[in-house]
Nanobody
Framework: QVQLVESGGRLVQAGGSLRLSCVVS????????MGWFRQAPGKEREFVAQ????????RYADSVKGRFTISRDNFKNTVYLQIDSLKPEDTALYYC????????????WGQGTQVTVSS
């Protein structure tokens, strides 16, 4: 079992940047594939990005390619999401999640951090 705590969300103007962080505790962080998801008001939660344990395999949702960058620091047990050129439609509750290699679904989730982008 792992615990995930996100931070870094805030109110920001369109065009600005943010870096979200997710600190993981409880088990060996490097064993996990990490992901970021988001849920906008009135919408379903959607996949944003994921990164392998080594950082060598990364995948993004088409809607965020070129503006979002996922990274991880296995020494700090932390996964990051750098968001550039923020748009109002990026407003959402952002969650990080963890799954072990071989698992289909992300089994562990944080509580989320709110990102609000003003136009």
């Amino acid at each position: 079992q792992v615990q995930l705590v996100e931070s870094g969300g805030r109110l920001v103007q369109a065009g600005g940047s943010l870096r979200l962080s997710c600190v993981v505790s409880g088990r060996t962080f490097s064993s996990y594939i990490m992901g970021w998801f988001r849920q906008a008001p009135g919408k379903e939660r959607e996949f944003v990005a994921q990164i392998s344990w080594s950082g060598g395999a990364i995948r993004y949702a088409d809607s965020v390619k070129g503006r979002f960058t996922i990274s991880r620091d296995n020494f700090k047990n932390t996964v990051y999401l750098q968001i550039d050129s923020l748009k109002p439609e990026d407003t959402a509750l952002y969650y990080c999640a963890a799954r072990l290699f071989g698992q289909t679904d992300f089994a562990s989730w944080g509580q989320g951090t709110q990102v609000t982008v003003s136009s």
